[in-house]
């Protein structure tokens, strides 16, 4: 079994950063793909970043030039570098993380607020 540990969320006001962390623990070989996703209230769950093995970045359009993904593979964990916040970056982020090629892991989610 694999778990996810996120933290780094909290209030922030526009124009602001902050930084989501992520850590995986249980029994890991590999780490294949890792993604940060978020849901808004009263919207569907949406791609945020996703970073594969070969470190190919893939981000969604509203988040372009103010998010970064990174990783350390030494710490089994996922980043996102959240910069120029807006209030409509508000929402429930959660990490993801495709483990030993199979298997498919959520976070538990974080909360983000941005105040305008």
């Known amino acids: 079994q694999v778990h996810l540990v996120e933290s780094g969320g909290g209030l922030v006001q526009t124009g602001g950063s902050l930084r989501l962390s992520c850590t995986a623990s249980?029994?890991?070989?590999?780490?294949?793909?890792m993604g940060w996703y978020r849901q808004a209230p009263g919207k569907e769950r949406e791609l945020v970043a996703h970073l594969t093995i070969g470190s190919s970045t893939n981000y969604a359009d509203s988040v372009k030039g103010r998010f970064t993904i990174s990783r350390d593979n030494a710490k089994n964990t996922v980043y996102l570098q959240m910069n120029s916040l807006k209030p409509e970056d508000t929402g429930v982020y959660y990490c993801n993380m495709r483990v030993n090629f199979y298997s498919n892991y959520w976070g538990q989610g974080t909360q983000v607020s941005v105040s305008s």
């Open positions: 249980g029994s890991i070989f590999s780490i294949n793909e």
